[in-house]
DNA sequence: GCCGTGAATGAGTACGTTAACATTGTGCCT
DNA sequence: AGGCACAATGTTAACGTACTCATTCACGGC
């Protein structure tokens, strides 16, 4: 039953009275020594590390956040994980909470049905989380009435401006705003859209922006076509608005739309952008697509998960305002807009 | 000072005790109704759950964990979030966690100096977290002298092949047998191979696929080129590769680059795939380009996510024994590959 | 040589929860 | 009517940590 070396099984978790026990010290000196404090002597400190080493000591997270009352976590609740630009905001999230030292804690909120806002804060309160980043892309009625745990800071990333809950989302009406301006600066009037499917939050004001800009300008907006996203999709919006003579752009909710829009255009003789030109949303094509031409505008995700993060966080001081919080766009000038035709 | 409703102020957080006090029953009936456990009358159970919608009671996570000695969390050490593969990868942990009733604690790991392994776990130890994974692409000699933190189960999302831990991987090597012996099968026996950077374990796994398939027919293998995963590098080594006659198929690290190839034959005129046949890995460009033509090959990698966590959790049973996994890959056979030219 | 100073260490306690056990109350069978 | 079963509820203890306070010890100034 002798091995020659330090071989004491430890047989489940060890905690800092057996590390104290071994190393000949009181629980309260090993304490001191995990965490770094001073008024060790180093003859001590090195016992104690050797019977850390010796035993496989592990910091028992329940009983220090129990003392503590942090637990140096950020809640994330995300309802669909595949989404395009989840992983730019998760990006974003992870980098702000490293930042000061947190984990994240997410949670995957699509499994069986539909879940609703109440259900998912419900799930997420009994979580070791300090603050609660909520990622769920519902209508806007599913946040009017939503009521956040007590004593638990959320944010809410949706463009819906909630009273009692700061929110954060990319500025997805503005970005029309920019796109139609560049489009209005090379003479285009008569634009067309392209949006996704018809429950997209993120598409409809997109093409809120889209109906706003041409009204500014006193242009009757024609009934937008609706894709699903995907490339193919816009191949079949564009191949239908190729035979329209009086458009002069096509403004394509996303760049895979845009792209299948320009590849139609193509194919029914229609040039780009000297015949016509084309925009999209969002830039997820660089490096996918060789020499991409088509000029979108570029979200800046990693600050959309950064804003939220340290939103939240800001919100477990007291007095803390709820505000709304849009991260601006920036348009990528690339070779698909040219001068409209007289 | 007395409000009309119940407008206690909870100032900081509740616990049992307090929502026990205001409905008037112990703490431990207060815990029954919380846990949902049977043998509390229905009057008594309506008055704790008021008492805790007033006083806005949050389960205590730490409390409740010190007692259980779990933490219903699997801990996830991400190195570079962005990266190709790795939403795959976060949605298959999620997904298989959340099977579980386990929620994903996760860390950034690429913050300052590029961490090691040891530093990482130990950093890891301190969370709640009751298995860990982790995913970080390095090179097989920093996964050989890897001892996992004693008492906490840990999976390696990694191709090498550890003595002491469970690894997980989609098959980087088997996917080059796959395209291979299809190429073969179109009669191309001259592959050329257009690799990822030299640092790319997975291109380098790829990269002595290719080889040894090659070898196994008796062909030498040309020196292959390099890229950095985009298209235009794949143009760049396109372009290099169309004045090659030998060669009838090329086999690029990934879609991207692949198509990048495509693109520099067809403009060298070189028609694919009637005069030169394309292969890609990752099956990237699917709904992100119209038509896509390209024959590819693709990861599970949500499986790969599913497998760790899965793996993850039965190493916290005892008697468990380290293992190796690999997902194989699936031929996605679309129209860039025909047979050789005699 | 005495006391003050400060470093090193230990003792005691409380954080919020749940399990085990103890107690009370209610209704039913004989 | 007496007792027994079982439901409803309360009491106590323990999980591992870090804070507060107490104690010991060594050393230096006078």
Request: aromatic fraction near 6%.
């Amino acid at each position: 039953m002798q091995d020659e070396k330090s071989v004491r099984a430890p047989a489940g978790p060890v905690s800092m009275a057996q590390v104290a026990r071994v190393a000949g010290v009181s629980q309260q000196t090993v304490s001191r020594v995990a965490n770094g404090l001073p008024n060790v002597s180093e003859r001590t400190r090195e016992r104690v590390l050797l019977a850390m080493e010796e035993l496989g000591f592990r910091p028992n997270f329940a009983g220090r956040s129990l003392r503590s009352g942090r637990y140096n976590s950020v809640g994330l609740a995300l309802y669909n994980v595949e989404q395009f630009g989840n992983l730019g905001t998760i990006k974003g999230v992870l980098s702000a909470a490293g930042d000061v030292g947190c984990a994240v804690t997410t949670v995957e909120m699509d499994d069986r049905a539909p879940l609703s806002l109440a259900e998912a804060t419900r799930r997420m309160a009994g979580l070791p989380i300090d603050a609660l980043v909520i990622s769920m892309s519902l209508k806007s009625e599913d946040f009017e009435d939503f009521v956040p745990q007590p004593g638990l800071s959320t944010v809410l990333l949706t463009m819906y401006e909630h009273s009692r809950c700061t929110t954060v989302d990319s500025d997805q009406y503005g970005c029309s705003a920019l796109l139609m301006d560049h489009l209005a600066g090379h003479g285009h009037r008569e634009v067309r859209f392209v949006g996704g499917p018809v429950y997209s939050v993120d598409s409809s004001f997109r093409e809120k922006g889209w109906r706003d800009a041409l009204a500014a300008r006193g242009v009757d907006a024609a009934e937008p076509l609706r894709g699903d996203w995907t490339a193919d999709s816009g191949y079949e919006a564009g191949a239908a608005l190729a035979g329209d003579a009086a458009m002069t752009a096509v403004y394509a909710a996303n760049d895979q739309m845009a792209l299948g829009v320009m590849e139609a255009l193509r194919d029914a003789g229609r040039r780009v952008p000297e015949d016509v030109s084309v925009v999209g949303v969002d830039d997820s094509l660089r490096d996918t697509v060789p020499h991409v031409g088509l000029t979108t505008v570029r979200f800046d995700l990693v600050a959309r998960g950064r804003a939220a993060v340290e939103q939240a966080l800001l919100g477990t001081a007291p007095g803390y305002r709820p505000r709304a919080i849009r991260i601006p766009p920036t348009l990528v000038e690339r070779s698909s807009v040219a001068e409209a035709r007289r």
